[in-house]
């Protein structure tokens, strides 16, 4: 049978996940990481099972971007919460595990719009427009420059955000939001000049891209 009644898409690369009627269905791989956000669902589900919605899945206002290997969802209202791989705390603290199956809660972190999440990297926005990113940071994605830090950074933009796209996968992540003013900031590893800046490394620190 046809799905019907899906608002959002989000797929990964051993998953996907849709938003319908304000909750979460994943199919794909459960078995490595815990990717379909429920420990009741079968090693595979081919097809969307609305009996293993991701759990604690209800009133869910986006589903931001899925990873090769997590996924995050922001509520209506309530802290933003993540599942998966979560080997260098891009899901969760490190505390949590490698594999997150059920969905952690980012209770410390103020209340999420939406989210963007890579290779081993998340970032959000929150409802004021600030951006915040986690997890690796050997390309200084967090927003500092202590690359050993994967802890939730706030960046200091140019102004309010109102899209993030973070990337990454074999080499360090970099990352850019949108702004309201209709300008990009972009920070952390400026490789092959991704920042759009061709006179500075990896920085922590967001800086208008110039077209």
Not at 188 to 210: C, E, H, Q, W, Y
Request: aromatic share 8%; glycine share 12%; hydrophobic share 35%.
């Amino acid at each position: 049978m046809p799905v019907t009644g899906v608002t959002e898409v989000a797929p990964g690369y051993f998953h996907a996940c849709v938003l319908m009627g304000g909750n979460v269905l994943c199919t794909g791989n459960n078995a490595l990481y815990g990717n379909l956000g429920n420990t009741a669902v079968a090693n595979r589900t081919l097809v969307l099972e609305p009996s293993y919605p991701v759990i604690g899945a209800t009133g869910i206002a986006s589903l931001g971007r899925a990873s090769t290997w997590h996924s995050c969802m922001e509520p209506t209202t309530g802290p933003l919460q993540c599942w998966g791989k979560n080997d260098l705390s891009e899901v969760a603290p490190i505390d949590a595990g490698n594999n997150v199956r059920t969905p952690y809660v980012w209770s410390s972190l103020p209340h999420m719009v939406t989210a963007s999440a890579s290779y081993a990297n998340t970032c959000a926005i929150d409802d004021t427009g600030s951006v915040w990113c986690w997890g690796r940071n050997d390309g200084m994605t967090s927003g500092k420059s202590d690359t050993s830090d994967p802890t939730p950074g706030k960046l200091t933009l140019g102004s309010k955000a109102v899209a993030v796209s973070i990337e990454g996968v074999g080499e360090p992540a970099y990352a850019c939001a949108v702004l309201d003013t209709g300008e990009v900031d972009c920070w952390g590893d400026n490789s092959f000049l991704k920042l759009g800046r061709g006179s500075i490394a990896a920085t922590p620190t967001p800086g208008p891209v110039k077209f």
